[in-house]
C-alpha cells in the first residue's frame, strides 16, 4: 500500500469515527479527533474556538441530539494540501422522522504525533440537494440549531 494510500485509509476512519461517535451519542470519542485549537462551526452556524468550547458544546447537544436521526457521511473530494495537512468535502445526510436533511461538511485535518485530527471545520445545509429539495423542512440545518 503506498503512502497516500495509507493516508486515504487513516482519513477514512476519522470519517467513519465522526459517523459513529453521533450516531451513538458518544461525545468523547468525537472530542477525541480534534486538536486543542480547532475552529469548528456547526450546520447551525455556530461558532467554537478551541476544544474546550467544541467540548462543552458537544456535551450539551449530542445526548439525545440522534433520537430516531441517524447520519452517514459520504467523501465527495479530498485534496492533500501538504503530506500532513488535508482538505475533506463530505456530503452529510441525516435521516429524521421529517425525512432527510442534507449538508455540505469541509474539514481541514492535520496530521500530529501520526494521527490525523480535525483542525478546523465549517457545516452547512443544503437545501437544494436532491433527497432535501421536494420539502421545506430541514430539521436539522434549520436557522438557529
Known amino acids: 500500500m503506498s503512502t497516500t494510500e495509507t493516508e486515504i485509509e487513516a ?3 476519522v470519517i467513519d ?6 450516531n451513538n451519542e458518544l461525545p468523547e470519542e468525537f472530542l477525541n479527533l ?8 456547526t450546520g447551525g452556524g455556530k461558532r ?3 476544544r474546550d468550547a467544541i467540548s462543552d458544546f458537544t456535551r ?3 445526548p439525545g441530539a440522534m433520537k430516531d436521526t441517524t447520519v452517514r457521511f459520504e467523501l465527495e473530494h479530498l485534496m492533500f494540501i ?25 474539514w481541514i ?3 500530529e504525533d501520526g ?31
Open 11 to 13: 482519513i477514512m476512519q
Open 17 to 22: 469515527t465522526v459517523e459513529h461517535a453521533q
Open 34 to 41: 480534534f486538536r486543542s485549537d480547532a475552529i469548528w462551526t
Open 48 to 50: 467554537l474556538y478551541g
Open 60 to 62: 450539551q447537544v449530542l
Open 82 to 106: 501538504r503530506p500532513d495537512v488535508a482538505a475533506v468535502k463530505l456530503r452529510q445526510i441525516y435521516q429524521t422522522p421529517d425525512g432527510p436533511d442534507v449538508g455540505s461538511p469541509l
Open 109 to 111: 485535518l492535520a496530521k
Open 115 to 145: 494521527k490525523w485530527l480535525l483542525t478546523a471545520a465549517q457545516n452547512i445545509g443544503v437545501p437544494d440537494d436532491e433527497l432535501t429539495a421536494s420539502t421545506d423542512k430541514h430539521p436539522v440545518f434549520a436557522p438557529g440549531k
